[in-house]
């Protein structure tokens, strides 16, 4: 994990309180794996004194590119910066693994966790992978623009309140998809894993163990594992996601044993 002083290349606005930046940092980028993340100092001061964490939207050498939602002070900091430098800390974790056969990615996500999958969305696409991503949201307003995410990637939206796609959650999606996907790639609540464990177990009868991986996080602040504030419970006994993490084998979380109250940063990312 390396720090640095990234520069701010681009500000852009791309939604309600939502903004894309893009940062000049090719020390990480150029380390950078779809699925990792970055703590960044969201303050000229000492108020907040802990990093906030963003999974990287982006990785395009030397640049790289979040998601900022401007929902808390942290934040709200980060997504009026439109010049100078900002500081950072990454890569940080493990990011997701493409089997060298897969030929039909499916993604799936839940309100802006959208952004752990936008970097892999790229990543499969320039590799001549189909890419499907599944998509909820509470509203067409809090959906991510089409025009974020590579040309060649069917987007499927499900809304609660039916204002674009279909009305309902993610999950209302998934038996339709399941069934082609040579891997899936998810980010989204406990509640949406265990769903997409239940449509693999109807639908596929056979996976490896790399089928299914998603991106866990949960409160973050030293980004090494040694404070243990982002445990997760897995098969293996729990386990700072920092470090073992963010992302996961499904089959590997114990979804009996994680409460939703630990779904922590990540629909907020």
């Known amino acids: ?80 910066q439109a010049t100078g430098t900002i500081d950072l800390l990454g890569p940080v974790g493990r990011g997701f693994t493409l089997s060298p056969l897969t030929r039909n990615l499916l993604l799936v996500s839940e309100g802006l966790a959208i952004a752990c999958l936008a970097a892999l969305a790229r990543v499969a696409t320039a590799a001549g992978i189909a890419v499907t991503l599944a998509a909820g949201a509470p509203s067409a307003t809090t959906t991510l623009p089409a025009d974020l995410l590579p040309t060649d990637v069917e987007y499927l939206v499900a809304t609660a309140d039916g204002s674009l796609g279909q009305r309902g959650t993610v999950a209302s999606l ?31 009868l056979i996976v490896d163990d790399d089928f299914a991986q998603v991106w866990w996080l949960g409160p973050i602040a030293c980004g090494l594992g040694t404070c243990l504030s982002c445990t997760v419970e897995t098969r293996h006994g729990r386990v700072p996601s920092c470090r073992e993490g963010p992302v996961f084998r499904l089959r590997d979380l114990d979804l009996t044993a994680i409460e939703m109250d630990h779904y922590g940063e990540v629909n907020r990312a």
């Open 1 to 80: 994990m390396l720090q640095t002083q990234a520069s701010i290349i681009q500000a852009r606005r791309v939604g309600p309180g939502m903004s894309i930046l893009t940062l000049r940092a090719p020390d990480i980028a150029s380390r950078a794996r779809a699925g990792q993340l970055v703590l960044v100092r969201c303050s000229d001061a000492d108020d907040p004194y802990l990093r906030r964490a963003f999974p990287l939207f982006a990785i395009t050498p030397p640049d790289i590119a979040l998601l900022v939602r401007a929902d808390e002070p942290g934040r709200r900091w980060l997504a009026h």
């Open 174 to 204: 998934l038996p339709d998809v399941v069934q082609w996907a040579d891997q899936i790639g998810a980010a989204g609540s406990p509640a949406l894993y265990r769903a997409l464990s239940e449509v693999i177990a109807r639908h596929r």
